[in-house]
T-cell receptor, first 118, second 116 residues
Framework: AQKVTQAQTEISVVEKEDVTLDCVYE???????LFWYKQPPSGELVFLIR??????QNEISGRYSWNFQKSTSSFNFTITASQVVDSAVYFC???????????????FGKGTLLTVNP | EAQVTQNPRYLITVTGKKLTVTCSQN?????MSWYRQDPGLGLRQIYY???????DKGDVPEGYKVSRKEKRNFPLILESPSPNQTSLYFC???????????????FGPGTRLLVL
């Protein structure tokens, strides 16, 4: 069974600090997909990134970067020079091989509430 | 504009009064799904559909029904709502890819349901 653990329930930082959100996953599949979603106070879910299990390259998008390490089953998310607008709940999610309907299911972590203070 | 829409966005109802939450997408996606979000539990899948007339249970299907008569619509039906179904509900859709490349799931804005 697949599982996603976000051990940090809440993180509070001051603006311009760097912050890393941890995500550890469990899966028996060799083909799987990892996602990060942002949920701002308004409540919608905003897609941030998708990574498949065959691509361990790290990714950078502006102030956001992701570190995927299969050896430790982790897919951590770093925000550089955080801003107040980054305040949100961030979810890491996992889905397994896309060979069947149930494998499109996203298993979410419980989320990390990030508060960026001015 | 590509989007997933849900209606209503907010609903207060009473125990036992049947209700339907609609979900519609304009991206011609085959896959659609319903999730519920509860504090401390994250998001959990209720039902999903791989295409028209093809639906299946997710992790928490009890008390819910769905139908998929058209590709764009995937309503969530609560035949006899109970207070433990008070939650934030999200509909999602995605293309179904035949390759190893899985498409991104797009979420609707959410429906906040309170069952008294």
């Amino acid at each position: 069974a697949q599982k996603v653990t976000q051990a940090q329930t809440e993180i509070s930082v001051v603006e311009k600090e760097d912050v890393t959100l941890d995500c550890v996953y469990e899966t028996r599949d060799t083909t799987y997909y990892l996602f990060w979603y942002k949920q701002p106070p308004s409540g919608e879910l905003v897609f941030l990134i998708r990574r498949n299990s065959f691509d361990e390259q790290n990714e950078i998008s502006g102030r956001y970067s992701w570190n995927f390490q299969k050896s430790t089953s982790s897919f951590n998310f770093t925000i550089t020079a955080s801003q107040v607008v980054d305040s949100a709940v961030y979810f890491c999610a996992l889905s397994e091989d896309n060979s069947g309907g149930s494998n499109y299911k996203l298993t979410f972590g419980k989320g990390t509430l990030l508060t960026v203070n001015p | 504009e590509a989007q997933v829409t849900q209606n209503p966005r907010y609903l207060i109802t009473v125990t036992g009064k049947k209700l339907t939450v609609t979900c519609s997408q304009n991206m011609n996606h085959e896959y659609m799904s319903w999730y519920r979000q509860d504090p401390g539990l994250g998001l959990r899948q209720i039902y999903y559909s791989m295409n028209v007339e093809v639906t299946d249970k997710g992790d928490v299907p009890e008390g819910y029904k769905v139908s998929r008569k058209e590709k764009r619509n995937f309503p969530l039906i609560l035949e006899s709502p109970s207070p433990n179904q008070t939650s934030l509900y999200f509909c999602a859709s995605s293309r179904v890819s035949v390759s190893l490349y899985q498409e991104t799931q797009y979420f609707g804005p959410g429906t906040r349901l309170l069952v008294l």
